[in-house]
Structure formats: structure tokens, C-alpha cells
């Protein structure tokens, strides 16, 4: 394990500790006789360097977590807790010494990839910050030389705990970004072609939105957690203000995507009930369109001797002529009580909407008109008066 530590200006520091990735190794059984010829002794001997290789690391680690323990005895059971931990654990105390105390383990996004999740490790006190890291990138990240004035500034370790907080929410903010691209992209596919398969890709927004927000929670628990262990000494810092409103801002950002994609569930829902309607009253209309066939042809169809124009020339022709008289006297009769609508017209929904706003400028070029034509009856008036006061 690697341990180093900052001290900075305002007398505060910052203990950086690496912790060794746990391997498990499995005591695999000897070969049995029968399959001992299939394995060289070179490759024996290669499993047990490494076994053994493996124990040396262990029992190494294992020394170096007694001497940070002994080191920083206040925060040993901090240690043995942050060994093997994934999930997120935000606690508040008091120590003999330090007096207020904030500690647990915040998992956070390190890249664009949402499997790329890591614990980021912290015991916090008014003078001391230790954080623990399975992947060092984090610390890295906060060591860039962009960030080094900031921490120096900082007066007590919590104002330079939540500056590295604001630099973590960097990633979150690139994460919001690209997932606004997304859903923005979706709606654009939605409104022109609302296909079927629509509800898949939504529900998978929906999902990267709980991503995010599962990422999101244990932050704003961080900082209550804050303020009810350091009181007015954090709160009035700028660093704690500035993440404040930082954390509004994405809270208020998840908000309005949760409603966006509440918004796009009901427009796909609706237009599905509208689609399903649609079909059914298609369904009903040629239904009953084909009804006197039906009807008629299934009367013909019977096998009786003496059905009636059996024996005619022109029987079926005559039949075929009703059937088309009916059918067209049905149809006439639906369009006239406007139960067709614009299914059986084949116009698209477009057409419709233009064919709607038609009128709408028709009448008001009429309106035009008749103004135009009220505005020169009220000017020939006007002068005819003015003419007759001459006289």
C-alpha cells in the first residue's frame, strides 16, 4: 500500500492511501494420476511461484494496514471497513481528539463508460483528510496542477473535501451533457417518425437517468452529512456554497429530464391508444362494408333445390349489382354521419393539419379584403364631406 501525505499552508493535510486490490486465489486439487502426464513440471512450478507471490502481497498488505493503523489509531476501524467496500456509507462522529468527525465511502463515475464505477474512501476531520483508492486515477485527477491553488487556499480540510467533490461532479456534468444529446436526438426521432420500437430507447433513457440518479443521491447525503458535523464553520465557506448551488443545479437538471421522459412515456402511450382506435374502427368499417356480401353469398351457398332465380340468366348478375347498390348506400350512409373520418380517404396527418389551416387563412384574407374595402368606403366619405363643407 502507498501512503503519502500533504501538508499545506493553512495547516491542514491530506493522507493519500492506495489500497491493495484483494485477489482471491483458489487452491486447486493436484491432478489425479490418470491426467498427471498432461502437465509439465515447468507449469507446476509456475502455479506455486505464483501462489506463493500472491501470500507475500497479501501478508505485505496486511503489515501495512497495522502500521496505518498504528499510525492513525483514530481511524483504524475506518480502515478495516473501507477494505472490500462498493457501496456507498456516509457516517457523522466525534473523536477524542479531532472533535467532529465525517467518514464512509462515495462511489463515483470515473469515465464515460457507466460500468467504470469506483469507491472513493474518506475520514474527515477539521485539520485532517484521509482518503483511500483502489484506482488511482482519482487521486491524480485532484493532484492536477489546475486544482493545486485551490486546495491551497482552503483554510480547514472539509472546504478542500468539497472542492475535490466539485471536481468528481465534473464527470457527472460531462455524463448529464451526453445524456442530454441523447434524449434530445430521441424526442427529434420521436416527432418525425414515431415508430414502435420508440418505448425501447425511451425506457433505456429512463434508465440512464436512474443511473445518474443513483450516482447523485449519495453526494447530496455527503453534504447534509457536512453541515450537521461542521455546523456554521463549513457552511459559511465559499467552497461549500459554490457546491451548493452546483448540486441545485443538477438536482434541478434530473428534475426536468424525469419530466421530459414522463412527457415522451404519455405521447408514446397516447399515440398507441390513438394507432389501436384507429385499427379498430378500420376493422369495424370494412366489417360492416362487407356485411350484405357476406350475407348474401351465404344464402346462395346453401344447397337447397328450390332456391329462388336459380334457374334466371341474369341471377347472379343481378345479385352482384345489389351487393355493389348496398355497399355504396352503406358507405354513403357512414361518410354522411362522419363515423369514416380519414381512414378510408388515405390522407396523412399533414394533410389533414394543412387542409384544417386552410379556412383559417381563407377567412382571414377575407378579413383583409373586407377591411381594405371598409378603410376606402370610410376615406371616399371623408372627402365627400369635405367637399360639401367647401361648398
Known amino acids: 500500500m502507498i501512503h503519502r501525505m500533504l501538508r499545506y499552508p493553512a495547516g491542514w493535510e491530506w493522507h493519500v492511501l492506495q489500497q491493495a486490490r484483494q485477489q482471491t486465489v483458489r487452491d486447486e486439487p493436484l491432478p489425479s494420476r490418470k491426467n498427471a502426464h498432461k502437465l509439465a513440471a515447468s507449469s507446476r512450478e509456475e ?8 501470500k507475500q502481497e497479501q501478508d505485505a498488505a496486511e503489515q501495512h494496514m497495522d502500521e496505518l493503523k498504528l499510525q492513525f489509531p483514530e481511524s483504524a476501524a475506518w480502515i478495516d471497513e473501507c477494505a472490500g467496500r462498493r457501496t456507498n456509507n456516509i457516517s457523522v462522529g466525534e ?26 474512501h474518506f475520514w474527515l476531520t477539521d485539520k485532517k483528510l484521509l482518503t483511500m483508492h483502489e484506482d488511482m486515477r482519482l487521486p491524480l485527477r485532484l493532484q492536477a496542477v489546475q486544482h493545486a491553488p485551490k486546495l491551497e487556499s482552503c483554510t480547514t480540510a472539509p472546504e478542500a473535501m468539497f472542492i475535490m467533490l466539485s ?26 417518425e414515431n415508430r414502435t420500437g420508440l418505448i425501447d430507447v425511451i425506457f433505456e433513457r429512463r434508465y440512464d437517468l436512474l443511473h445518474w440518479s443513483h450516482l447523485f443521491i449519495p453526494v447530496r447525503e455527503v453534504h447534509s452529512a457536512a453541515k450537521e458535523a461542521f455546523m456554521d464553520d463549513l457552511t459559511e465557506s465559499d467552497s461549500f456554497q459554490r457546491i451548493t448551488h452546483k448540486l441545485e ?12 421522459i414522463d412527457t415522451l412515456i404519455s405521447m408514446d402511450d397516447a399515440i398507441s ?12 368499417i370494412f366489417t360492416v362494408l362487407f356485411l350484405p356480401a357476406t350475407i348474401i353469398g351465404g344464402i346462395w351457398g346453401v344447397n337447397f333445390e328450390n332456391l329462388p332465380f336459380k334457374e334466371y340468366k341474369w341471377s347472379f348478375t343481378a345479385m352482384i349489382g345489389a351487393i355493389l347498390i348496398i355497399t355504396l348506400c352503406m358507405y354513403v350512409w357512414l361518410w354522411k354521419k362522419g ?8 390522407r396523412s396527418p399533414k394533410e389533414i393539419v394543412a387542409a384544417e389551416d386552410a379556412p383559417i387563412q381563407v377567412k382571414r384574407s377575407d378579413r383583409r379584403r373586407a377591411g381594405r374595402v371598409k378603410a376606402s368606403a370610410s376615406s371616399s366619405a371623408t372627402k365627400e364631406k369635405s367637399r360639401t363643407h367647401r361648398k
Open 47 to 54: 502455479q506455486r511461484a505464483v501462489k506463493a507471490f500472491t
Open 167 to 192: 471536481i468528481i461532479l465534473d464527470t457527472f456534468h460531462a455524463g448529464l451533457d451526453g445524456f442530454e444529446k441523447r434524449l434530445g436526438e430521441l424526442e427529434t426521432t420521436m416527432r418525425q
Open 95 to 120: 473523536t477524542s481528539r479531532s472533535g467532529k468527525l465525517l467518514y464512509g465511502t462515495l462511489m463515483f463515475q470515473v469515465t464515460d463508460d457507466q460500468a467504470d464505477v469506483q469507491p472513493f
Open 339 to 346: 363515423w369514416t373520418g380519414d381512414l378510408l380517404n388515405g
Open 249 to 260: 443545479r443538477i438536482e434541478a437538471l434530473l428534475k426536468h429530464y424525469a419530466l421530459e
Open 273 to 284: 391508444n390513438f394507432r389501436g382506435n384507429d385499427i379498430m374502427k378500420t376493422l369495424t
